[in-house]
């Protein structure tokens, strides 16, 4: 897909960024995290380095996020994936939509930051919040999080530690905005799955994709999907479709 250029694409032009974890054919595994302020069809370092990444991978999986943002400033520490890593496993988060991060840091039990995404608060709940690195512990805590949605929880959460990956995507409203058809076309999340790929994206993204109609599917609302790797193994160990609520 080339973005470069694009104009159409200017919607989401507040910074973009991915994080790419894979395993070599050598059996090394590999971590590459990048953010920008840069929109992502002028990044063209950027895009010539992810692809530069891929080369030798025998297995990979990522999170890319181009930004419109919602609440923060245009600035490195609020682009996506957010990174947290004071745990014994690391933790990314891209998310679209706005939550209630006064309510969040409230119930934390610390101060909402001046000019930060609510993302962040977001993400510090989840991370904060899972007692291991277990996929049932990960969705309690996901259905937590849903209840200080402002508008939507879409997000694409990856866990990692060595050998093992977890990607957690959720596709979440408000319910008080599941009446409005503009609203949740928007909001909807698809999964591509083809021979060679398999990937969650957004509805201003699967356009850019010439694919069969059978090739996509959606992810509904109010749901989610999660997918275990292990990486040792470079293959899919189990993909759970997963409810959501309050």
């Not at 996506?80 to 004071?86: G, Q, R, V």
């Not at 008080?176 to 021979?195: F, W």
Request: charged share 25%; aromatic share 10%.
């Amino acid at each position: 897909m080339n973005l470069l250029g694009t104009s159409s694409c200017e919607g989401h032009s507040d910074g973009w960024g991915y994080v790419l974890i894979g395993i070599l054919e050598s059996g090394e595994e590999v971590v590459d995290y990048y953010r920008s302020t840069r929109p992502v069809y002028e990044d063209t370092y950027a895009l010539s380095r992810l692809k530069e990444s891929t080369r030798g991978i025998a297995f990979e999986v990522l999170i890319a996020h181009s930004r419109r943002r919602a609440e923060g400033s245009v600035r490195i520490g609020n682009t996506h994936p957010l990174y947290y890593s004071w745990r014994d496993f690391d933790m990314w988060i891209a998310h679209n939509g706005v939550v209630d991060a006064d309510a969040i840091a409230r119930d934390l039990g610390f101060p909402r930051a001046a000019d930060t995404t609510d993302t962040y608060y977001l993400g510090e709940f989840v991370y904060r919040s899972i007692s291991s690195l277990s996929l049932n512990e990960i969705l309690k805590k996901l259905r937590e999080a849903s209840k200080y949605t402002k508008t939507a929880m879409n997000t694409s959460i990856l866990f990692y530690t060595r050998g093992k990956v977890i990607l957690v995507v959720t596709s979440y409203l408000n319910p008080g905005r599941l009446g409005n058809p503009k609203v949740t076309d928007y909001y909807r999340l698809y999964l591509l799955q083809s021979p060679s790929t398999s990937a969650v994206l957004s509805s201003s993204i699967l356009k850019y994709f010439n694919v069969l109609s059978e090739e996509v599917s959606e992810v509904p609302l109010q749901s989610g999907l999660a997918v275990e790797v292990n990486l040792r193994e470079r293959s899919e160990v189990a993909r759970t479709p997963f409810e959501l609520s309050t």
